[in-house]
């Protein structure tokens, strides 16, 4: 089992920046492919990005690449999302998860491919 936590989350003005984090415990996520997935209001939840276990590779969403970047600190078991020039359609609670195949090196969008959650963070950005 893996314990996720999300923090950093707040309201900030459109244009600002905000830092989340993710702290894992548990059994060690350092060989686990890690996403960031957040849900509007009425809406479904869906993905925002993904970085391999190692960090190397990332991927996101149309809609915050270039302004989103999502890293990892695996001696501290914590996976990081950097949002830059937020926008008030960035407004969502955001989750991290987990997914527990062994080093892939294989970034998934879908929430069936991560096992894991934390209980996610609220994010407002208002205009």
């Known amino acids: 089992q893996v314990q996720l936590v999300e923090s950093g989350g707040g309201l900030v003005q459109a244009g600002g920046s905000l830092r989340l984090s993710c702290a894992a415990s548990?059994?060690?996520?350092?060989?686990?492919?890690m996403g960031w997935f957040r849900q509007a209001p009425g809406k479904e939840r869906e993905f925002v990005a993904a970085?391999?276990?190692?960090?190397?590779?990332?991927y996101y969403a149309d809609s915050v690449k270039g302004r989103f970047t999502i890293s990892r600190d695996n001696a501290k078991n914590t996976v990081y999302l950097q949002m830059n020039s937020l926008k008030p359609e960035d407004t969502a609670v955001y989750y991290c998860?987990?997914?527990?195949?062994?080093?892939?090196?294989?970034?998934?969008?879908?929430?069936?491919?991560?096992?894991?959650w934390g209980q996610g963070t609220q994010v407002t950005v208002s205009s």
């Open positions: 548990g059994r060690t996520f350092v060989g686990y492919a």
């Open positions: 998860a987990a997914d527990p195949t062994p080093y892939t090196i294989v970034l998934h969008t879908t929430r069936d491919k991560y096992d894991y």
């Open positions: 970085i391999t276990w190692s960090g190397r590779n990332t």
